[in-house]
């Protein structure tokens, strides 16, 4: 097939010449209505979230193993040509799995895992969500690769579509952390910081979307792709504990996209017996300074009322989550919950993870440690269930968090006196 793919088939044009994988068609959450593979968020029948619908081929554990060091040896679960590795795209995924028995002592959990998402090209988990945007935003025929973002969307779009020799346009609040400006702008491309909150950056970026028709906004127009690169933190988790579904995991929430396709990437390996379909439970983090899924959760209703974000957990502050009501579908199915922590509790939650593991996550990675202690606290979380917290990014992003926490020991004179003092203090 041609690699420009027609231009009438973006928006609502014929999927005939596509090659998207496995993927089928695009199917409605709401009312199951299935439209042709486009680049469509909404049912045209009900305005309910579009998802990517597959027919899966043979896959096995040995081709899976075969494949590339890097999300890539899922193409075959994934909504991206087979031809996926042959262009410029970035290589994210296969980030560590590690046993985590220290930060288990302390939390309670007697059979710990942490997901190190940390370890992606730009350091969070976004990397994996952008490179399966941007194969299948290539294959739709757009050129130039956009988002809103709260910060991490920015740094891996910006990089994507440098690698790929794309112009970018990325829109960001004003407000954000320094550093997520600085590792964004780096890469060059069309970054417009606006003055107000995500939702509002977010809406002007639908706007937008709706006027170019060569513009693919990652998480708006082209979201259904986008969202299935998640899936591959859930098949990571099960190929690296040996092809194995965990009891319990652990997932920060903004839109909650990344929540529900850990669940369906779980759901899916169980089906197509790649692992033994045991059952599991998906646990949700927020921040209480924006919280309006795990509000949702504790009222037990399916409402999910927006708020005004007010935590130092930026990545996450989407007070509108598009998701939210399948987090908490998902959460419920699978006998989970949904909770908060304080902005407090946040930077206990990454220096406790920083001291027992040597990870250093950000505010997200702080969320979810110490939502995993509350959770274990009310008996939420069973302490003897193995266990997988997902470190969905680097704390070098978010350095403000902790600074004035934590510092050197002691600042001394040049002189071997000084020095043996201040050990001394230490009991060293
Ligand atoms: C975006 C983000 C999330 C949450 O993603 P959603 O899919 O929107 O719920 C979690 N952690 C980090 C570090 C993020 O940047
Ligand atoms: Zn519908």
């Given at each position: 097939m041609s690699l420009a793919a027609d231009t009438s088939v973006r928006g609502s044009g014929s999927a005939t010449s596509l090659d998207l994988g496995p993927a089928r068609a695009l199917s409605c959450r709401e009312c199951g209505h299935e439209v042709p593979l486009a680049a469509e968020f909404a049912c045209p029948q009900c305005f309910g979230p579009?998802?990517?619908?597959?027919?899966?081929?043979?896959?096995?554990?040995?081709?899976?193993?075969?494949?590339?060091?890097?999300?890539?040896?899922?193409?075959?679960?994934?909504?991206?040509?087979?031809?996926?590795?042959?262009?410029?795209?970035?290589?994210?995924?296969?980030?560590?799995?590690?046993?985590?028995?220290?930060?288990?002592?302390?939390?309670?959990?007697?059979?710990?895992?942490?997901?190190?998402?940390?370890?992606?090209?730009?350091?969070?988990?976004?990397?994996?969500?952008v490179a399966v945007a941007l194969a299948a935003a290539r294959e739709l025929g757009f050129t130039v690769l956009c988002c809103p973002s709260t910060g991490n969307l920015a740094n891996a779009v910006a990089a994507a579509a440098a690698r790929a020799g794309w112009d970018s346009v990325v829109l960001i609040p004003s407000s954000l952390e320094q550093a997520k400006?600085?590792?964004?702008?780096?890469?060059?491309?069309?970054?417009?910081?606006?003055?107000?909150?995500?939702?509002?950056?977010?809406?002007?970026?639908?706007?937008?979307?709706?006027?170019?028709?060569?513009?693919?906004?990652?998480?708006?127009n082209v979201r259904p792709y986008y969202a299935e690169g998640s899936k591959t933190l859930g098949f990571e988790v099960a190929e690296q504990l040996g092809w194995r579904l965990p009891e319990q995991v652990v997932v920060p929430v903004a839109s909650g996209s990344q929540l529900t396709k850990v669940?369906?990437?779980?759901?899916?390996?169980?089906?197509?017996?790649?692992?033994?379909?045991?059952?599991?439970?998906?646990?949700?983090?927020?921040?209480?300074?924006?919280?309006?899924?795990?509000?949702?959760?504790a009222e037990g209703t399916d409402v999910v009322r927006p708020v005004k974000?007010?935590?130092?957990?930026?990545?996450?502050?989407?007070?509108?989550?598009?998701?939210?009501?399948?987090?908490?579908?998902?959460?419920?199915?699978?006998?989970?919950?949904?909770?908060?922590?304080?902005?407090?509790?946040?930077?206990?939650?990454?220096?406790?993870?920083?001291?027992?593991?040597?990870?250093?996550?950000?505010?997200?990675?702080?969320?979810?440690?110490?939502?995993?202690?509350?959770?274990?606290e009310s008996g939420q979380l069973d302490p003897d269930a193995e266990t997988v917290l997902l470190i969905t990014g680097d704390g070098l992003k978010t350095l403000d968090a902790v600074s004035g926490q934590v510092g050197p020991t002691a600042t001394v004179p040049s002189t071997s006196k000084a020095v043996r003092e201040a050990l001394a203090a230490q009991g060293l």
């Open positions: 579009l998802e990517v619908a597959y027919d899966f081929g043979r896959v096995t554990r040995e081709s899976i193993e075969a494949g590339p060091k890097s999300i890539w040896r899922y193409r075959e679960l994934l909504p991206v040509p087979a031809r996926v590795t042959s262009v410029p795209n970035t290589e994210p995924g296969l980030t560590r799995l590690i046993k985590a028995d220290r930060l288990g002592a302390e939390l309670g959990l007697r059979n710990l895992w942490v997901k190190d998402d940390t370890g992606n090209p730009t350091h969070s988990f976004k990397d994996r969500v400006v600085l590792t964004t702008a780096v890469y060059g491309g069309t970054l417009l910081a606006v003055d107000g909150n995500y939702d509002d950056v977010n809406r002007l970026a639908t706007e937008l979307a709706a006027e170019h028709e060569d513009w693919a906004f990652v998480n708006v669940d369906k990437g779980f759901t899916e390996l169980g089906r197509l017996g790649l692992v033994e379909a045991t059952p599991y439970k998906v646990f949700g983090a927020q921040a209480t300074g924006c919280s309006p899924v795990s509000t949702a959760y974000p007010d935590t130092i957990a930026r990545s996450l502050a989407i007070g509108n989550p598009a998701d939210g009501p399948y987090v908490l579908d998902a959460v419920r199915r699978t006998g989970g919950a949904v909770a908060d922590v304080s902005d407090a509790e946040v930077v206990e939650g990454i220096r406790l993870l920083a001291r027992t593991e040597g990870v250093f996550a950000e505010t997200a990675g702080g969320v979810t440690i110490a939502t995993t202690r509350k959770l274990v």
